[in-house]
């Protein structure tokens, strides 16, 4: 979809091709993270799987959380999506999850297309309000 040059995203990418390569499109968001998580292991690349994310609101923590599928090398939100394709709504979902954890970048990857389909998200810690 674009041009990737960081390694570690490219890494996550490349596992992300391989699972949908080997799996196809036509199954569950858990199958492709269980693959997924599998890949990840194989190819050494660091992650935690359903990491939760507090959200705070005027300085303090609310009980709402929200769930990453994954944090790969401490840094990438990585969520697993297998939906016809990847909507505004995909997006600001990832985008929410990274300013609630202050990191800087997110892949979303949809499973359920012919072709695996990504896309990057960068959050600068800016905001509509800034």
């Known amino acids: 979809m674009e041009n990737v040059t960081d390694p570690q ?3 996550i990418i490349g596992a992300a ?3 949908h390569a080997e799996l196809g499109r036509g199954f569950l968001e858990a199958v492709y993270q269980d ?7 194989n190819q050494g690349i660091p992650y935690e799987r359903e990491k939760r ?3 705070y609101y005027s300085g303090q923590r609310l009980s709402s959380h929200y769930i990453a599928d994954f944090v790969c090398f401490g840094s990438i939100v990585v969520e697993v999506k297998a939906v016809r394709e990847l909507t505004e709504i995909e997006q600001a979902q990832v985008f929410n999850y990274l300013k609630a954890t202050r990191l ?5 990857v949809n499973f359920a ?5 990504h896309k990057r998200i ?9």
Not at 35 to 41: G, V, Y
Not at 113 to 117: D, F, M, P, R
């Open 9 to 11: 995203t490219y890494a």
């Open 17 to 19: 091709m391989k699972v």
């Open 35 to 41: 693959a997924l998580e599998i890949e990840f292991r």
């Open 53 to 55: 994310i507090d959200v």
């Open 104 to 108: 800087g970048k997110a892949l979303l």
């Open 113 to 117: 297309s012919q072709h695996l389909q």
């Open 122 to 130: 960068v959050w600068t810690g800016r905001t509509n309000s800034d």
